[in-house]
C-alpha cells in the first residue's frame, strides 16, 4: 500500500514511534492484562499516569514550579469562556490581539463576560490575515485584567516573530497548534493553553499552565468544569477525565524527550517547513499570502491563483498519498501542516509533487 | 495469562467484539491506510462517522425526530452547569430529587444559577443513598423549569424503578450508568444526558437527547461549547471534537444492535445482577444495604460488615484476577459494576470468589 502522509491540522498524526508503543500496550498495559482504554484516571495507576505526564510536560518545557499544568475537558474553544471567567477582576477588562478566526472567536466570546477591546489586529479591510501586529505596551489599556493572543494561526499560517511586552498584564495565549514545535520561555506568559489535537495527540483535552497568582479569582458562577482553582486543587472530578488522552500525551511527551527535546523540535520542524518554503520563493507557479516575517514552519498556506487549478491540486495530491492539503473553507487553496509527527520525507513527497504539478498544468495566461 | 475481569464503574471496558473490531481499524480504518486516531470530525469521512453514530443511537433508543442528539464535549460532570444554563426561563425554578452523591453535586452546581428545591431525597438523616423515594406531581413546584433525576446511582447501587410524573414540568435524567443498559422510553424525558465512560465507551464525552422545545432558550452568557443551541445547529466547531470517541461509541452501538439490540441487553444485564443478588439474599455472610426495588443491576454493592475483611476480599479478588471491585472511598465495602460489557462468566467468577471466601474467611464473632 502506498505511503500516507495526512497533512491535517487536527487531530494530529502520531509519529510512528508512540504508534509502535500505543500498539504494544493498548490492550496490555505495562503487563497488567488491562487496556490502557479501560484504567480510571482516579485510580494508582491512572494517577501515576497523570503525574508522570505532567512531571515529563513539566521538563520538557522547563516550566516553574509556581505554574499549575492543568488537564482541562474538552477543547481549546472551551477555553475561550474559561479564561474570562476565571481571570476577569471586577473591573473585567480585556484586550484581545486579533490575528485570525480563533483569536477572534476567543474576543467574541470574551465580549460575554468582559469589556473587550481589540488591541491590535492583523485583519483590516483585508480577510486575510496575512500578518502579525507589531505591538507595545502603550497598545494594551494599563488596567486590563489579560491581553490575549493566539500564538499560531493554523487556518492562515502566520504565527507571532516577537513576545508582545504587556508589562505587568498578564498575557495569556493560545498554543494548540504552537506549543512543543521549540522551546517557550513559559515565564513571559501568565497562562498558556493548547488543545491537545494540533500538535500532542488525538483527544478533547486541553493543556492549560497558569500561574499561581491566576488562580482562585473571577466569577461565582463558573462551570466547575471550567474552574481552574477546582480543578487546580482535585484531580478526582473536575479535570479530564479520559485517561487514554492523558496516556497519549504522555507517550507523545516522552517521545520528544528521547528523540533530543524541544531544541531538536525547533531544529527538525524549521527544517520541513524550509524545504517548502524556499521552494515557494524561488518559482512563482505558487504564492504565499503570508508576510515573511511572520510564516509558521506548523502551518504552511499557498495557492495557485486559480480555484479550478487548487482543487485538482488538492485531488491529485491525495490520489498520491499526500492527503487533507485543502485550505481552511473560507480561505480556499491549499494548506500543510506539519506538526512535530509529520516526518521530513512526507514534505519532501510534497515539494515533489508540487514540482510535478505544476509542470504537468500549466496555467493558460503564461 | 489469567483472564481479567474489570469490575470498574469508569471507564467500562469495552466488549470483546468491540475490541477486536478496534484492533482490526485503529491503525489502518476502511481500508483508507488512515488511523482512526487521526480522522477530524470535520471532514467527509468524520462527518460519515458521526452521522452513522447518530443513526444506531437514534434506532437502538427508538428516539423520536423531535429529539436532537448531540455529542457534547466533556463528562456528565459539564452537564450540571449547562443543563441549567441552557434551560431554566426567566423564573430560574428547578426542582432536584436527590438520591446519591451525583445528583446533589448536579444540585450544587445547579444553585449557581437557579433558585434550587430539593423536591425529594433518599438520603436523610443516613447518608446511605440506599433507596429512592416515590414521587408524585405534588412533590414538585408546578412552575418549575424542570426535574432533574439520576437514573441509575453508580455509587450506592440503587436505581429508578418507575418514571417521576411531573406532569408538563421537562423532566432532565442524568442515565450515565444507564443508558443503553435496557430499552427506555425516551418520550417520557425532555432530555436524557449520559456520559460516555460508564456504559458506552472511554472518552470524554456526553451523549444527549433534548426535545426540540428546550433548545433556543436559556441564558445570553452560556459558554459557547455548553449551548445546545450552537452544538445543534453547528456540528462543526462546538460539538466533541475527538473523532475517536465518536468512533468507539458507534462500535458499541453497532455491537449492541448485532447481538440483539436492548431488549437482549436487559436481559443479559438482568441475568448478571441476578446471579449476585440471588447469592447475596440466600447467605448471611455479605450484606447489601439497598432497598429490593430500587436494586440497581450495573452497580451492585456489598459489604462483609467487617471493614478488614471488605479489605481483604478486595486485595484477594484482584489476585484472582477480579479487580476494581472496592466501594467508592466515602462509602468502602464492595461494589461489583456490570456494564453491558461484563460477560456472564465475569459474574459468575465473582460469585465463585465470594463463596470460596466467605468459607476461607469465618468470622470472628459466628
Not at 518545557?61 to 477543547?75: A, E, S, T, V
Not at 474576543?107 to 491590535?120: F, G, L, S
Not at 491549499?334 to 510534497?350: Q, W
Amino acid at each position: 500500500m502506498k505511503k500516507i502522509y495526512n497533512f491535517s491540522s487536527s487531530p494530529t498524526t502520531l509519529p510512528q514511534q508512540v504508534v509502535e508503543k500505543l500498539n504494544s500496550q493498548l490492550f496490555n498495559y505495562n503487563g497488567t492484562g488491562l487496556s490502557v482504554l479501560e484504567i480510571s484516571s482516579t485510580s494508582e495507576l491512572g494517577a501515576e499516569i497523570v503525574n508522570s505526564a505532567k512531571k515529563s510536560l513539566r521538563e520538557l518545557l522547563n516550566i516553574p514550579q509556581n505554574y499549575k499544568i492543568l488537564f482541562m475537558q474538552g477543547d481549546a474553544s472551551a477555553q475561550f469562556s474559561a479564561i474570562p471567567l476565571n481571570i476577569l477582576s471586577e473591573r473585567k477588562y480585556a484586550d484581545y490581539i486579533v490575528t485570525g478566526i480563533y483569536s477572534n472567536r476567543a474576543r467574541q466570546e470574551a465580549k460575554k463576560y468582559a469589556d473587550v477591546a481589540e488591541a491590535a489586529s492583523s485583519g483590516g479591510a483585508n480577510p486575510i490575515f496575512s500578518t502579525i501586529p507589531y505591538t507595545q505596551k502603550s497598545d494594551f489599556r494599563p488596567d486590563s485584567d489579560y491581553v490575549h493572543i493566539c500564538y499560531n494561526n493554523t487556518l492562515y499560517g502566520t504565527k507571532y516573530y516577537y513576545i508582545p511586552d504587556t508589562g505587568n498584564i498578564p498575557l495569556v495565549a493560545d498554543m494548540s497548534s504552537y506549543i512543543l514545535s521549540c522551546p517557550i520561555d513559559v515565564t513571559k506568559f501568565a497562562l498558556i493553553y493548547a488543545g491537545v489535537e494540533n500538535n500532542i495527540c488525538p483527544g478533547d483535552m486541553t493543556v492549560v499552565i497558569i500561574r499561581d497568582d491566576l488562580l482562585g479569582g473571577g466569577r461565582k458562577d463558573i462551570p466547575g468544569v471550567m474552574n481552574y482553582n477546582l480543578v487546580a486543587e482535585s484531580d478526582e472530578i473536575y479535570s479530564a477525565t479520559s485517561l487514554f488522552t492523558i496516556y497519549l500525551a504522555k507517550l507523545t511527551f516522552d517521545w520528544i524527550t528521547e528523540v533530543g527535546g524541544l531544541e531538536e523540535m525547533k531544529r527538525r520542524n524549521e527544517r520541513k517547513a524550509s524545504l517548502i518554503y524556499d521552494y515557494l520563493d524561488r518559482q512563482s507557479y505558487y504564492t504565499s499570502p503570508v508576510d515573511k516575517k511572520c510564516r509558521s514552519y506548523t502551518n504552511i498556506v499557498f495557492f495557485t491563483g486559480d480555484a479550478n487549478l487548487d482543487s485538482l491540486f488538492i485531488r491529485r495530491a491525495a490520489e498520491e498519498g499526500l492527503i487533507n492539503l485543502a485550505g481552511y473553507t473560507t480561505i480556499g487553496g491549499m494548506r500543510a501542516s506539519l506538526p512535530n509527527s509529520m516526518p521530513y520525507e512526507g514534505v519532501e513527497a510534497l515539494v515533489g509533487f508540487m514540482k510535478k504539478f505544476a509542470q504537468e498544468n500549466p496555467k493558460l495566461e503564461m
